[in-house]
């Protein structure tokens, strides 16, 4: 993990949107726009990646949720209703994001420019396997002890 914060590209050239929460959701997570709330205020709902496979192409832009503002870490859920905003990347940002070891384990590794596919399902990044349809993310660093429920690596938004 590079710094404190999800987004930490200098000049971020991807775009920063607000929302509304649907799950317990931690910053880092790659998520994406399920519905428009049901509150009139027109934001969409952002709940975790969930596609038919590991590593398909999302419905829409890759999207990362962000850390709460003043006062909240990257380690502080989010729960349904909260108010978020999420960033869509462009190529080549940078992000601190959640990869998950293989499986249920832990100590799996991460080395600089080791590509990931979003897991469906959880919104979290695994290592690349099988052919998948998208690898949106390369680490930027080494990261020795990769757990299952998720690890902030930071990573480069790759835009394939």
């Known amino acids: 993990m590079k710094g404190s914060k999800v987004l930490i590209t200098e000049e971020p050239r991807g775009r920063i949107k607000a929302g509304i929460v649907s799950g317990a959701l931690l910053p ?24 038919a496979a590991d590593g398909e192409r999302p419905a829409g832009a890759y999207a990362i949720l962000l850390e709460r503002g003043e006062g909240y870490t990257y380690a502080t859920a989010y729960t349904t209703g909260d108010h978020c905003e999420v960033y869509i990347p462009l190529s080549g940002d940078e992000v ?6 293989s499986g249920t384990g832990t100590g799996d590794s991460v080395a600089v420019g ?3 596919i979003v897991e469906d399902g959880t919104g979290l990044l695994i290592d690349t396997t099988g052919t998948p349809e998208s690898e949106p993310f390369a680490s930027c660093e080494v990261v020795t002890d990769v757990v299952a429920a998720g690890t902030m690596v930071w990573s480069e938004y790759t835009g394939h």
């Open 28 to 51: 880092g997570t790659i998520v994406q726009k399920t519905a428009v709330a049901a509150d009139g205020n027109g934001l969409h709902t952002w709940g975790v990646y969930d596609r």
């Open 96 to 101: 601190n994001v959640l990869w998950s070891a």
């Open 114 to 116: 080791d590509l990931a």
